[in-house]
């Protein structure tokens, strides 16, 4: 049966990453997935299922929290830093490498949403992992926002950042809205009502709070993980991608993929950005195990068919 620990590692400036970390039943080492969550989400949005799931494959898994989310440590809190997330994720890489369970030759990484944008960088730049698996990514910050922000709410936007900055040179903290907007009207990064009930789902509320630092709007509008994606090459990259996405936008996931090198694969499902965590569960996780099998198990070993 496969065991599921609460463990820490220190992130890039000293912070305490928690995390999960499973371990299959049968003895390692075993090639190792390394995993993380969406922009202002935490491990408790669905992650979880799919980590038993490449588990119950044969893989040791680690599930972390980003610096200033859910168990992980980090100031100030809910503030989304996309290099400072990837800089920490390179750690999680590295405490794999440690463990007795891992051979540290066959590691893998997944990252869904925003975290799907940065498994495209790492895959890019980190050449211990040896295959990316990016789910419904983020692959340009500034066309998906240029979507969601009426050309009319620019301006006030744009404003906002500056005064945020002025505040924060006069030694205030920086300036916070809602991650979904609740209520009409709500200042929020997002108001699909999709967005919304994916991040109250009630099983992620003891350890999510509805709250994010203003900057992490500017900072994920310069944010632009295609322009790294044809860097991937030679290391295997499969996309998996929802074709009635508003959130990362299916065409500007296209669009990058389009310009990946091979090795790749794309698989796409129906829905919207959250339908892999739901009604597409099965055949996004069914796309990911295979491939971890394909470029992680070197013995062609499928738990499944024992």
């Given at each position: 049966?496969?065991?599921?620990?609460?463990?820490?590692?220190?992130?890039?400036?000293?912070?305490?990453?928690?995390?999960?970390?499973?371990?299959?039943?049968?003895?390692?080492?075993?090639?190792?997935?390394?995993?993380?969550?969406?922009?202002?989400?935490?491990?408790?949005?669905?992650?979880?299922?799919?980590?038993?799931?490449?588990?119950?494959?044969?893989?040791?898994?680690?599930?972390?929290?980003?610096?200033?989310?859910?168990?992980?440590?980090?100031?100030?809190?809910?503030?989304?830093?996309?290099?400072?997330?990837?800089?920490?994720?390179?750690?999680?890489?590295?405490?794999?490498?440690?463990?007795?369970?891992?051979?540290?030759?066959?590691?893998?990484?997944?990252?869904?949403s925003y975290a799907g944008g940065h498994a495209?960088?790492?895959g890019a730049t980190d050449s211990r992992l040896?295959?990316?698996?990016?789910?419904?990514?983020?692959?340009?910050?500034?066309?998906?926002?240029?979507?969601?922000?009426?050309?009319?709410?620019?301006?006030?936007?744009?404003?906002?950042?500056?005064?945020?900055?002025?505040?924060?040179?006069?030694?205030?903290?920086?300036?916070?809205?809602?991650?979904?907007?609740?209520?009409?009207?709500?200042?929020?990064?997002?108001?699909?009502?999709?967005?919304?009930?994916?991040?109250?789902?009630?099983?992620?509320?003891?350890?999510?709070?509805?709250?994010?630092?203003?900057?992490?709007?500017?900072?994920?509008?310069?944010?632009?993980?295609?322009?790294?994606?044809?860097?991937?090459?030679?290391?295997?990259?499969?996309?998996?991608?929802?074709?009635?996405?508003?959130?990362?936008?299916?065409?500007?996931?296209?669009?990058?993929?389009?310009?990946?090198?091979?090795?790749?694969?794309?698989?796409?499902?129906?829905?919207?950005?959250?339908?892999?965590?739901?009604?597409?569960?099965?055949?996004?996780?069914?796309?990911?195990?295979?491939?971890?099998?394909?470029?992680?198990?070197?013995?062609?070993?499928?738990?499944?068919?024992?």
């Amino acid at each position: 049966m496969t065991r599921r620990l609460e463990v820490e590692f220190p992130g890039e400036d000293g912070n305490k990453l928690a995390a999960w970390l499973y371990l299959p039943a049968r003895p390692g080492p075993h090639p190792a997935v390394t995993m993380a969550h969406g922009f202002a989400a935490t491990r408790e949005h669905g992650l979880d299922r799919f980590a038993r799931v490449f588990a119950d494959a044969g893989f040791v898994v680690l599930v972390h929290d980003h610096r200033g989310f859910g168990g992980s440590s980090g100031v100030p809190r809910h503030d989304v830093d996309p290099w400072a997330q990837i800089a920490d994720w390179r750690r999680a890489v590295s405490f794999l490498e440690t463990r007795p369970e891992v051979d540290p030759e066959r590691i893998g990484i997944w990252g869904t949403s925003y975290a799907g944008g940065h498994a495209v960088i790492l895959g890019a730049t980190d050449s211990r992992l040896r295959c990316v698996v990016a789910q419904v990514p983020t692959t340009s910050g500034f066309e998906q926002s240029r979507r969601r922000v009426p050309a009319s709410a620019v301006a006030q936007l744009e404003s906002s950042f500056c005064e945020d900055d002025r505040d924060r040179f006069r030694g205030k903290l920086p300036a916070r809205i809602a991650v979904v907007a609740t209520a009409p009207g709500m200042p929020a990064a997002y108001d699909d009502p999709q967005a919304v009930a994916f991040y109250t789902q009630p099983a992620a509320q003891h350890a999510w709070t509805n709250e994010l630092t203003l900057r992490s709007s500017r900072t994920a509008r310069m944010y632009e993980p295609s322009m790294w994606i044809a860097r991937v090459s030679p290391t295997p990259l499969l996309m998996i991608v929802a074709l009635q996405d508003v959130i990362t936008n299916t065409d500007l996931q296209l669009e990058a993929y389009e310009r990946a090198l091979e090795p790749k694969s794309l698989v796409t499902v129906p829905g919207g950005h959250f339908a892999p965590y739901d009604a597409q569960f099965s055949v996004a996780s069914r796309a990911a195990v295979d491939w971890f099998l394909r470029h992680l198990d070197a013995q062609g070993h499928d738990p499944r068919t024992e």
